[in-house]
């Protein structure tokens, strides 16, 4: 039995999530299935590969506005329908590489978390080419039509906000499993702040807050750390600025009047966030689920508009997290969440544990192998 996983390397957790699900498998002891996971990037043409994500980066960093605005257009059903043609032909003209690499490998299963990947693959079931079942891992909580194709098998989903929304949008229900979205199994493991915060050279028992802006470094960072830096209000801060070199240079050479500790990207963000109080950041799905999993509380600064905003609209719905739209509210929302003994603060660890989903990637493991797996 053949198991393909296909992310797309146009934003950090679509990878994650993928490397997620594929160590539970390895981890489940499949001995009969064949699992690979590999980059729909690397399966298409050189200018493709590198303007696909730089894209992506470039207007939300500069015109998130406009990107915000093709989200929710592209999002409409009456445009989506429209622009669906469109886009299999531009997909199918830079993915061909990847459609013949799947034919050729012909899996029992592929599990699709990125949507340019999802159209292909759909679109080779509806013409009989491919016998294998087609997995969505969304990895937002929110579901854009481009996730959405007749081909689709099931959908792997967040919540069941997620579900309802996927209804919503002509999807059968028991083509969803509310799976939640796969992060790595190290998030739920329990670890001891003390040692960790005295491994990064923090205060033990100082107000411990974490600033990041997903694996691009995206993000209003540099007035974050200046207005969090001028608090009165005893704390310290730790700083992850993911593949931002220049953000990384800036906040080495600045100089802090609070304990600042600063990192580039990073490989053990469990451990970074197990030692916070709380996190300000984007709302990528990925960053989300981790979050939740280890019931950090997060403040999100200037969500970028569609997913991130709609990821940052349920989870503040939920009361995990506070919305913020401007930097400078940042201050008055951390004196708020430590008065009264941090009681604010308490109630949102408490949602974030109800919300998690920490076992995620391997009940997508053990759906597949008991519902599909099984039957071949």
């Not at 390397?9 to 594929?22: L, N």
């Not at 996730?147 to 059968?172: C, F, H, Q, R």
């Not at 802006?213 to 993911?242: D, E, T, W």
């Not at 960053?287 to 989870?315: D, H, W």
């Amino acid at each position: 039995m053949k198991v393909l996983i296909i992310y797309a390397s146009a934003g950090d957790g679509h990878r994650k999530a993928t490397e997620a699900v594929y160590k539970a498998f390895l981890k489940s002891g499949t001995e009969a299935a064949e699992v690979e996971k590999i980059d729909a990037l690397n399966y298409t043409n050189f200018f493709f590969k590198i303007a696909y994500p730089s894209t992506y980066i470039f207007l939300v960093k500069y015109c998130p506005f406009l990107w915000g605005l093709f989200f929710h257009l592209l999002n409409l059903k009456a445009i989506a329908a429209l622009a669906r043609g469109l886009r299999y032909c531009f997909n199918f003209l830079n993915g061909r590489k990847l459609i013949r690499y799947v034919l050729d490998k012909n899996p029992d299963v592929i599990i699709c978390a990125h949507f340019f990947s999802a159209q292909l693959i759909a679109s080779l079931r509806i013409k009989s080419k491919l016998k294998g079942k087609v997995l969505c891992v969304v990895t937002d909580f929110g579901v854009h039509r481009f996730w959405i194709n007749k081909g689709t098998d099931y959908y792997m989903v967040a919540s069941d906000i997620t579900k309802k929304e996927l209804e919503t949008k002509g999807v059968p229900p028991d083509k969803i499993i509310v799976s939640g979205i796969p992060v790595e199994e190290k998030f739920s493991i329990p670890q001891s702040r003390t040692a960790l915060r005295n491994k990064f050279g923090l205060e033990a028992e100082l107000l411990t807050i974490l600033v990041m802006s997903g694996g691009f470094g995206v993000g209003p960072l540099k007035r974050i750390v200046h207005y969090l830096n001028a608090m009165v209000l005893p704390l310290q801060i730790v700083v992850i600025c993911g593949k931002n070199e220049k953000l990384y240079q800036y906040f080495a050479k600045s100089s802090f009047k609070k304990l600042v500790k600063v990192y580039g990207y990073v490989h053990n963000m469990d451990e970074f966030m197990s030692a916070a109080d709380m996190i300000v950041s984007k709302s990528g799905g990925l960053t989300v689920s981790e979050s939740l999993v280890k019931a950090l509380p997060m403040l999100i600064i200037s969500p970028i508009p569609g997913q991130e905003a709609r990821n940052a609209e349920v989870m503040s719905q939920c009361n995990a997290a506070i919305k913020i739209y401007h930097a400078v509210d940042l201050t008055k929302t951390i004196e708020l969440l430590v008065k009264d003994n941090c009681s604010r603060l308490k109630e949102m660890k408490q949602a974030a544990k109800v919300l998690s989903k920490p076992n995620a990637a391997n009940k997508i493991c053990h759906w597949v192998k008991e519902n599909l797996l099984s039957r071949n």
